[in-house]
Structure formats: C-alpha cells, structure tokens
C-alpha cells in the first residue's frame, strides 16, 4: 500500500509501525525511575553552587583547609547550611541562614542516589582541588 503521506516510503511487514502491539507484560509503565525517588529514610540535602566570594555580615568565608575564596557548593540540610570547597573541605557557616540559601537555590534540576556520587558529579570530591572555572 503506498504511503499517502508524501513522501517516497511504503509499509511493508518489516516496517516497525505495522507490527502488532506488544503484550502486556512486556510494556513498561510510565512512571518515573525508583532511583529518582528520594529515600523517606534519608535526610534531603540540597546544593546550589556559588561560584562568587562569599561575605555574610561583611566578612570574607575562606576555606580553612586550601584557603580558597569563591567556587563554593552550598548545601542545606534542615535550617543549617554548609559550605563545601572544591578542596571537599565542609563546614557548618552559621553567618548564613536557610534564607540566604533559599535566596539562591531555585528549583531542582537533579537527584542523586547518594552524596559521594552527587559530591563527584558537581565536582566537590577534591579532584579539582584549586581549579576555578571562572
Ligand atoms: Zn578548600
């Protein structure tokens, strides 16, 4: 039967769209992945990046392990923040609030099965230990 459609293909038995549906045991639900699902269990810890220096309350955050001054990950976890060096070096910063992480995390863009691969994903490991991207 020729494809009325325009262009020059026709439909034969071994075209994928005249084969008969799957049945369903083999059909796949839409629902999202269980891996995407955070664990009720685990606590949800948040991230943004923050590539700028740092200064709450006028005062400049370095990293007391490499003495790095921007590039950081902020992570939030409850009312406390923390900040994290690309060194991997992190500590509570109580001169920041959950206001101010608020203030610069938007929306979610990905969840992690747990903190090591998210820590390598973003690049907070200390692989890139004194690398600026910026
Ligand atoms: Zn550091």
């Not at 071994?14 to 639900?29: G, I, K, N, Y």
């Not at 991230?47 to 902020?74: F, K, N, Y």
């Not at 099965?113 to 004194?130: H, T």
Request: hydrophobic fraction near 35%; charge should be negative; include cysteine.
């Amino acid at each position: 039967m020729p494809d009325t459609s325009g262009n020059d293909r026709y439909l034969t038995d071994a075209d994928p769209t005249a084969l008969p549906p799957l049945p369903p045991e083999f059909q796949v639900p839409d629902l999202p992945l269980a891996e995407n699902e955070p664990d009720p269990d685990r606590p949800i810890i948040r991230t943004v990046p923050h590539p700028e220096p740092l200064t709450p309350r006028g005062v400049l955050i370095v990293c007391p392990a490499c003495s790095a001054q921007r590039d950081w990950l902020l992570l939030n976890v409850g009312e406390q923040v923390f900040v994290r060096c690309r060194c991997a070096h992190e500590w509570a910063e109580r001169r920041l609030t959950r206001s101010d992480f608020d203030d610069s995390f938007s929306h979610i863009e990905r969840i992690y099965p747990d903190f090591e691969v998210a820590m390598k994903a973003m690049g907070y490991d200390g692989v890139l230990k004194g690398l600026y991207f910026n």
